[in-house]
């Protein structure tokens, strides 16, 4: 008799054998590429490179751009109307105003309280509206009054 038990027991532990080789090896392949991209970085030592970007679609309309005269001229109607019926006009600063804003908005509200006086509530409004288009269109006529943020 042959020790090892005859020609099954040798390719039993040459299969043995051929596992305990390729299982470590088997392992680390799987762990290598099994992972995903956020796990293969971590073993193989290298960074991939990210997945390409995909292209969004483009936005339904542009964004659209507000006018320093526009934007002046929400402002100072939107505050004239809030001062409107009070005494006080506040910091021109808490109110997001620029100094040559505020002086529309004194003008305006002046003339607007003047309106109210003796036309009523709807002749004041108009008038805020009126009196604040053209006080921001005369300041802003040229592009920006000044190169100061506050003037």
Known sequence: MTTGGGPRAGAAARAGAAARLLGPALLAGLLATGCGSSGSAAVSGTASPPPPATPRPAPSG??????????????????SREVLDSTAYGDYQSMGLSDGQYEILRTVVDGARAAKKTRGAAAADELIDREAGEGCADRYRSGAPTAGPWQ
């Open 62 to 79: 542009a964004p659209s751009t507000t006018s320093p005269q526009e934007l002046c001229t929400r402002l100072v109607a939107h505050w």
